[in-house]
């Protein structure tokens, strides 16, 4: 509720010596009609055109010939970063009918370059995950060589103190 309120709010400063009702009235009317030419510059400007991800439909309505590839990898956020970087409009759409999903990624056909170099990076970092075992496993790889150990604590009480 606050943050509705907040977003209505208008902050008008006018200086005067006087402030009267006619002076805020032109004002308030001076405001409005600057805001009306701003509003009819936007709509003369066109529509903004969609950059980065989007959907299949303004993809296709872009009148720029689309291209698809098909990824199996569940973890698509890590695709979706690296095409943000690389500036490639996309969509993707998921395809749920085959058991594991497979997500097919939409791209313009100027886009082409750029994609390649986002997926190769992608498939780079794909591979460096997979190669690079989790620091749990690595423990868990210890344990048997900890069970010989004696767990009996050994305590000398004169540990540095020689003359």
Do not use: C, H, W
């Not at 032109?26 to 066109?46: H, N, P, T």
């Not at 970087?85 to 100027?110: E, L, N, Q, T």
Request: charged residues 35%; proline residues 4%.
């Amino acid at each position: 509720m606050q943050e509705e309120v907040e977003s209505r709010t208008v902050t008008l400063i006018i200086s005067a010596n006087k402030l009267t009702a006619r002076l805020m009235k032109e004002a308030v009317e001076k405001y409005l009609a600057s805001l009306k030419e701003k509003r009819r510059e936007r709509l003369q400007s066109g529509p903004v055109k969609p950059v980065g991800k989007q959907t299949v439909k303004q993809l296709i309505g872009q009148n720029q010939g689309v291209s698809n590839i098909e990824i199996n990898d569940k973890n698509i956020k890590d695709f979706d970063r690296v095409a943000r970087k690389y500036g490639v409009d996309y969509a993707v759409k998921k395809d749920r009918s085959v058991s594991p999903p497979k997500y097919m990624v939409f791209f313009k056909g100027r886009d082409a370059d750029a994609l390649t170099a986002a997926f190769e990076e992608y498939s780079n970092k794909a591979l460096r995950k997979k190669e690079r075992p989790s620091v749990i496993d690595k423990l868990r790889s210890f344990t048997p060589l900890t069970k010989g150990i004696d767990k009996a604590k050994v305590r000398n009480k004169d540990k540095g103190l020689e003359l």
